[in-house]
């Protein structure tokens, strides 16, 4: 698919805001250096932070980081080449020495990409930063997520980004749409013939969703207070799935079109209301550093959502995510609708799902439809069978690699947009405030009981399989 973006070229340095912290450390640098190496990195990265640290701390720090992801760091020539392209500027982002400090950084450089990894109450300090030393001139901008806490926040958001970068030069980022197994959904999709027919609410009962999480918050218990599960993980990451799930095929090729299509679906999304929703906490919880001692923040989430579309009406979504949960996948499970008639002893009712499709994200992803075969015998009895189209591929990118390297071409075409990430957040905005209390669960479980009664009009949750290779953690 096209890009249908031809306004930018490639930038000239990367300029990193928030360098210093947690993201950047797990996943950013890692990224950064699999760009070396791939040679999709070769401009200035300018680490911005409030850390009293110089060049030498920096550069410990990006070592440290590449060597936690698993890469040996003597004699390594990709690491060395990264080393060589940092530059970093401590600063509040309060002062405009700060960015006059970024700007003499910058040097020659014309066509900057600012990466904003920072907490979301200090984004408009640094765009305004940024605007008061002419920095956002021919710049563009990659916005780190969480975008909002609810809708009037990401409105605000949207509206002090606009005031500064053009929207074809804003990249918001939602890691889950630079995972190749998130793209697969839109190709898998819209690349075969035989899924159009039954893809709607004549064929399809229900669609279950899981992003389950076998580890607790992992120190973010501050970060957590502010968010809770439903802002952390479903109304982005989740409802990205829905929407490649759930989108009409996009009018013609480009991500324009997808762009337009995915929209659409957030905005047939029917407001969730408090009977939609089940929260839950797992037991602990409020014993992590930087957690209220009578917090409410759900670690655990269950909803039921419609959508209000000719296609989709009376179709239920089913969507469920926590952490300290039994197994660590993400899961998408498109159950179709029985045979009109139970013509065989063991088919009403059908033991388990008949036909389904199962989408594995992660790990080890899988593409498997499934079906009843007859059972050896005299007798009309069958088994349920799981024809898989794909096993785990190797060699992907990882989703930052990706997305980091599009923003530095130019390329738009993995991000949000504003219009659909207002929209995700009008279908969550009534529960943010109006929902029932968080119920206790025990690490190791599925969530509170309640979310089994959420599902029972469509039959169970699915719970995805364990990866044979995982180890639990907390
Ligand atoms: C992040 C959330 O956006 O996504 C985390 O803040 C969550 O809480 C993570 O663990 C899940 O991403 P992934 O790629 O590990 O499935």
Same mark, same amino acid.
């Given at each position: 698919?096209?890009?249908d973006?031809?306004?930018?070229t ?7 805001f ?5 993201l950047?450390h797990?996943?950013?640098?890692p ?9 999709t990195?070769? =401009?200035?990265?300018?680490g911005?932070a ?12 990006v ?10 760091v003597e ?25 006059a400090? =970024?700007k003499a ?9 600012h ?10 300090? =640094?765009?305004t930063?940024?605007q ?6 021919d ?15 990401a409105?605000?958001?949207?509206? &002090? ?5 053009d929207?074809s ?8 749409l630079?995972?190749?197994?998130i793209m ?16 709607n ?20 218990g501050?970060?957590y ?5 439903l ?11 829905v929407?490649?799930?759930a989108?009409?095929?996009p ?12 929209f659409?679906v ?18 602990g ?5 930087g957690?209220a001692?009578?917090?409410? &923040?759900e ?7 419609t959508?209000?579309s000719?296609?989709?009406?009376g179709?239920?979504?089913?969507l ?8 660590g ?22 033991p388990g799902?008949?036909?389904y499709?199962r ?5 080890n ?19 349920q069978r799981?024809?898989?189209l794909m096993?785990s591929?190797?060699?992907t990118e990882q ?26 957040w009008a ?14 669960y025990a ?17 169970h ?8 290779t ?5």
């Amino acid at each position: 698919m096209d890009s249908d973006n031809t306004a930018l070229t490639d930038a000239d340095a990367f300029v990193f805001f928030g360098a210093t912290g947690d993201l950047a450390h797990k996943k950013i640098f890692p990224a950064l250096y699999q760009m070396v190496r791939a040679g999709t990195l070769s =401009v200035p990265v300018i680490g911005v932070a409030y850390s009293q640290w110089g060049l030498p701390e920096f550069r410990d720090h990006v070592r440290d980081s590449v060597r936690a992801s698993g890469e040996t760091v003597e004699d390594n020539e990709t690491l060395e080449q990264l080393l060589s392209l940092l530059v970093y500027v401590d600063g509040d982002y309060g002062k405009p020495a700060t960015f006059a400090a =970024v700007k003499a950084a910058l040097g020659s450089a014309r066509r900057p990409a600012h990466y904003l990894a920072i907490p979301p109450s200090l984004f408009s300090t =640094v765009i305004t930063g940024l605007q008061d030393a002419g920095l956002n001139r021919d710049a563009r901008v990659i916005v780190e997520k969480p975008f909002g806490r609810d809708l009037a926040s990401a409105k605000e958001l949207n509206r &002090v980004l606009r005031s500064a970068f053009d929207e074809s030069a804003t990249f918001r980022i939602d890691h889950y749409l630079g995972k190749e197994e998130i793209m697969n959904l839109l190709y898998f999709r819209f690349a075969n013939s035989f899924l159009e027919p039954i893809w709607n609410r004549d064929h399809v009962a229900s669609v279950q969703i899981t992003l389950s999480e076998t580890f607790g918050v992992q120190g973010r218990g501050n970060f957590y207070e502010t968010a809770g599960c439903l802002r952390d993980v479903v109304q982005n990451h989740m409802f990205q799935i829905v929407a490649l799930l759930a989108m009409e095929p996009p009018a013609y090729q480009g991500f324009q079109a997808v762009q337009d299509e995915k929209f659409k679906v957030f905005k047939g999304m029917q407001p969730l209301a408090a009977e939609d929703i089940v929260r839950g906490q797992f037991t602990g919880y409020r014993d992590e550093a930087g957690v209220a001692a009578d917090s409410d &923040v759900e670690t655990f989430c269950a909803l039921r959502l419609t959508i209000d579309s000719w296609r989709w009406a009376g179709v239920p979504w089913y969507l469920r995510s926590g952490k300290c949960l039994p197994v660590g996948a993400a899961e998408v499970v498109v159950e179709l609708k029985p045979p009109p008639q139970p013509l065989f002893s063991d088919s009403n009712p059908a033991p388990g799902r008949a036909n389904y499709f199962r989408f594995r994200l992660s790990p080890n992803p899988v593409i498997a439809i499934a079906a009843r075969v007859k059972r050896v015998g005299e007798e009309f009895i069958g088994d349920q069978r799981e024809l898989s189209l794909m096993n785990s591929q190797p060699g992907t990118e990882q989703p930052y690699q990706r997305l980091l390297g599009d923003a530095l071409a130019g390329d738009g075409a993995l991000y949000t947009r504003e219009d659909s990430i207002e929209a995700a957040w009008a279908v969550v905005e009534p529960i943010l405030v109006h929902h029932h209390a968080s119920q206790p669960y025990a690490p190791g479980t599925w969530g509170p009981e309640a979310a089994d009664a959420l599902i029972s009009g469509a039959g169970h949750w699915h719970n995805p399989d364990p990866d044979p290779t995982e180890q639990p953690t907390r």
